[in-house]
């Protein structure tokens, strides 16, 4: 049998190699026999909860019978498994496991990975990706007992398995979340890349029999991705910019292979970052949603003024990776700022918390309040739909507006090899050795609790930061134009070349 090692929010692995029928069955008892100790422990937060889970698959190769094998060992644990009929997007499966009360919940999928992936990913009874002491748990747990299992059929008929479509329940919800009379009479004429990912046709069906065009792009089920991996990052986006040259839309939203991150185009298929998305996003949440006027009309010790109580006060929280622009938003409106490590885990136990406005990462993944703790591509496509209902003018000019007055911000990122028995020293030395400059502005602060953060007084900022599995080093930097972030990631591959390390 071979070894099977949980990641971040779950286990991943080439089909057919290590992701295997046999080995879903493995994690699956694993799974079910974790949960139902938690149901009994007086301590656990699911304690004398019903034994009822969610399962739900994206459209990868088998992931429906990957999902089905699943299934069939939580009915034969004594479990309720309520198994989705068809590929859905994981925060709807999320949204379902917070909505009907269940101990948790299962999502077949890799996500953005290649196509020869899967994966099995947890989602806990709040609605949000398990954090990573859940999944040593079930880790533990593996082959501890015999894989039991009933057969789909006779579940069925038994009522251990429950197939129903738990997107109704997520859409539902997702149209109180935003103002939906608004972007139902707004006219927008907007298109959707779906990446060939489970997203395809969401919001065609939410926008159905409203003044809204969607178009969707890249919507055909295709379990190689069209020949790329589904992750919203421009490479990706050759065939819609071609598409939205020659038909100009008001917007283009992108969703990745499982729907819970986003990207984006403008309408004529110029590349949004996730950083201006998320920016454009706060801006949505403090100023039109939060009542607030107009910065630029308010003296300094005033700004606050025309914010309601329904912002100030509520935390922004950003992973490491993300913008500075988003530093400097929530200085000027007085928000306090939470900085978390990279994975949007991080920014769910601070929403779990209460009180945030706002969370987000550099990869596209934003939660919001009254939802779930969880990222939701789809929820933040609808909300930016709103902030182009609301403000009625093109997303380049907000983008301006918004850098007119915090100033351009250019990110920049690389991956590169690198050893992992080298890793920890590296780290040691970069936090031990700090750099006096960055480019021309002196160093302001150190920051390393998830890799090495260097920040210039001028907020350019250089990052080194590990893969947790992988000989890869990643390198991220943000300056105030293309060729200082360039300039900065150089640096960056350099301070990794130091002749004690090779």
Known sequence: MSQIKFGTDGWRAVIAEDFTFANIARVAQATADFWKSEVQSPKSKVFGRELKVIVGFDRRFFSDRFAQTTAEVFAG?????????????????????????????????????????????????YGGSSDSET?????????????????????????QIKITDVR??????????????????SKLRFAHDALFGVGAGCFEQLLAGTTCKVTTLNGAHDVMFGGINPEPIEKNYAKSQAYLKKHPHDLCLVTDGDAD????????????????????????????????????????????????????????????TTTSMVDKMCAFYGLPLVETGVGFKYICAEM???????????????????????????????????????????????????????????????????????????????????PAKLLRSPLADVKSFDGVKYVAEDSSWLMLRGSGTEPILRIYAEAKSDAAAKKLLKLGVKLTQNKIFR
Not at 168 to 185: R, W
Not at 269 to 291: A, D
Not at 298 to 320: C, D, H, M, N, Y
């Open 261 to 320: 991150r986003v990207g984006g185009m403008d309408g004529r298929g110029n590349y949004l970052t996730t950083h201006q998305i998320i920016c454009l996003l706060l801006h949505h949440f403090i100023v039109n949603r939060g009542s607030g006027r107009e910065p630029a009309l308010i003296p300094s010790e005033q700004k606050l003024s025309g914010l309601t109580s329904a912002v100030t006060g509520l935390r922004v929280v950003k992973a490491l």
């Open 77 to 125: 644990n004594g479990f309720q498994a309520v198994l989705t009929p068809e590929p859905t997007p994981t925060p709807s499966v999320s949204f379902a496991v917070k909505h009907l009360n269940a101990v948790g919940g299962v999502m077949i999928t890799a996500s953005h990975n290649p196509p020869s992936f899967n994966g099995f990913k947890l989602k806990s009874h």
């Open 352 to 434: 779990l918390k209460g009180g945030v406005l706002l969370g987000a990462e550099e990869s596209g993944g934003i939660g919001f309040p009254n939802h779930i703790p969880e990222r939701d591509g789809i929820a933040a496509g609808l909300l930016l739909l709103e902030l182009l209902a609301t403000e009625k003018v093109s997303v380049n000019k907000m983008l301006a507006k918004l850098e007119k007055q915090f100033g351009p911000h250019r990110y920049g990122r690389i991956d590169t090899h690198f050893p992992l028995e080298q890793r920890a020293a590296l780290m040691e030395f970069l936090k031990t050795n700090p």
């Open 135 to 159: 999944c040593q748990a079930v880790e533990g747990f593996l082959d501890r007992n015999p894989v039991k299992s009933t057969p789909l059929a006779e579940a069925v008929k038994a009522r």
């Open 168 to 185: 109704p329940a997520h859409y539902a919800a997702l149209k109180k979340l935003v103002d939906f009379k608004l972007i139902a009479k």
